[in-house]
């Protein structure tokens, strides 16, 4: 799947995280592992064992999962590199994502087992290529792939607004990006942090 980035000549390939793509992934999230070392465990791991762990500990998280497959999200490529990253599959795949005290837990109890409900969670994206449009083609791309994987829902819990672009907060995405993408406000548990979804069937 190609896309092109607007006023950029940059080809961007978007492309699911696979064991031979780990290298590009590693390059992207960098030696401290993006967001503080989280290496984008943040909703995989309960929060007594996040507060444990130090980045190493979640890096090997995240690649025994990518390893054991399948893919846990989609990487934006360009000239052969990682330029951006979107967590992406079924609710059951991110257990914290699903808790009842969250913004983002699920409208019914049994959405966060259902195999077709599909969750956007996060994204990081390398510093040059923010501020350009790539989170709206990482969603297009996850748009197709859960429609593909035959999913009937696709949520994302994201945030209106920041007063900086490059806030680590913007790590769930901007609620712009889902709306320009059809996704529709479903829920409100607490404001500025609406939950989404787009129904794919």
Partial sequence: MEHD?????DSIEVL??????????????GK???????WCTHFRLRPAVRREND???????IRNRVETGP????????GGQAIGWMQLGPRADIPEWNNAGRVSAPLLQEDAGDPRIWAISCFFIRARSRGKGLSHVLVAGGVAAAREAGARYLEACPMDQSKDSRSIGLFVGSTRVFEKAGFKTVATR????????????
Avoid: H
């Avoid at 980035?5 to 000549?9: E, I, K, S, Y």
């Avoid at 939950?195 to 069937?201: F, K, P, Q, S, T």
């Fill in 16 to 29: 699911p995280l696979t064991p031979d793509r780990w290298p590009l992934f590693e390059d992207l999230f």
């Fill in 32 to 38: 401290q592992g993006a967001c503080y070392g989280c």
């Fill in 55 to 61: 980045r190493e500990r979640n890096k090997d998280v």
């Fill in 71 to 78: 893919p846990p999200g989609l990487l934006a490529i360009s």
């Fill in 190 to 201: 607490k404001i500025g942090r609406p939950l989404m979804r787009l129904v794919l069937d």
């Fill in 5 to 9: 980035l607007g006023d950029t000549a």
